[in-house]
């Protein structure tokens, strides 16, 4: 049983690792992370007395 926790700890740190570097080289792979950029304008009634 211990034999399993262990490996399910390393398989974990390895998933996490993979993580991060997927975020810092998936851009130079066309992977793009950032998020779209439109304009928002909503109408604010100030004052509605």
Same mark, same amino acid.
């Given at each position: 049983?211990?034999?399993?926790?262990?490996?399910?700890?390393?398989?974990?740190?390895? $998933? !996490?690792?993979?993580?991060?570097?997927?975020?810092? @080289?998936?851009?130079?792979? $066309? !992977?793009?992370?950032?998020?779209?950029?439109?304009? @928002?304008?909503?109408?604010?009634?100030?004052?509605?007395?």
């Amino acid at each position: 049983m211990g034999r399993i926790i262990k490996w399910l700890i390393y398989l974990g740190i390895l $998933g !996490a690792l993979a993580l991060v570097a997927y975020a810092y @080289v998936g851009p130079y792979f $066309g !992977a793009d992370f950032s998020p779209p950029q439109t304009e @928002v304008r909503q109408p604010v009634t100030l004052d509605a007395n």
